[in-house]
């Protein structure tokens, strides 16, 4: 007896939220990983993470940084998605009137992904292009601990013990015993969750949402 595979998604915001004005990249925007192409010197790229790009209208860097979205100028979403699939084998009970299952974790595949928003601006000045890197860069630490949440949290899932129960009959004792171990994947499912949360606000706090970075354009810096 073997359940259908089941999925967890639990999506995640970090470093700034859409603006009022901007919907979030589609599903083929956002998971090809593809990075639109720049003429110019800023096409630093994301690893282990997909990007899309909303548009900077301007033609000088000053223009470019009025229409900048706000409050800051990327974002990171985290989607932590793990799919695990269980087994079930009969187990033995002191009471022979008692049916008993055994459930366990048969298979955990990891599908956390992170989608990075950047801004894609036509033209071309050395400040922007150094702002863009230095984005790329705060926003690179938003993707690595989201990944880094997804393998905390396959490797945490794959640690669930089996679970034994027992029930007048072994259907209604492998649905007991699926339960609990259901319920221990959401209580690690919330830790890794939250830990994430807690990790990414601290690193945007420690970093100024990319500030100490130099993820802001100043159109008059040094290059």
């Not at 993470?49 to 301007?58: F, M």
């Not at 690595?144 to 794959?158: I, K």
Request: hydrophobic share 25%.
């Amino acid at each position: 007896m073997k359940l259908p595979r089941i999925s967890y998604i639990m999506p995640l915001v970090f470093s700034c939220r859409w603006g009022d004005n901007l919907q979030p990249p589609s599903a083929d925007e956002g998971s090809g990983g593809t990075d639109a192409s720049f003429d110019c010197e800023r096409g630093a790229p994301v690893k282990d993470g997909s990007v899309a790009h909303y548009p900077v209208e301007g033609s000088t860097c000053e223009e470019a940084a009025d229409n900048l979205q706000e409050p800051y100028a990327g974002e990171t979403e985290c989607s932590l998605e793990v799919k695990y699939s269980g087994s079930f084998a009969e187990a033995t009970s002191a009471d022979t009137h008692e049916k008993c299952c055994r459930a366990s974790i048969s298979g955990v595949t990891n599908n956390t992904y992170a989608t990075v928003l950047l801004p894609h601006w036509e033209g071309c000045d050395p400040c922007f292009d150094q702002f863009y890197r230095n984005l790329v860069t705060h926003e690179q630490g938003h993707v690595d601990r989201c990944n880094e949440a997804g393998r905390t949290l396959e490797d945490r899932v794959r640690t669930i013990p089996s679970k034994t129960k027992c029930a007048m009959d072994y259907a209604t004792a492998c649905d007991l015993a699926w339960q609990e171990i259901e319920n221990e994947f959401n209580t690690i499912f919330n830790d890794v969750s939250n830990d994430l949360d807690q990790v990414c606000e601290q690193y945007d706090t420690d970093t100024n949402h990319g500030e100490t970075q130099g993820a802001t354009l100043n159109c008059k810096c040094e290059h």
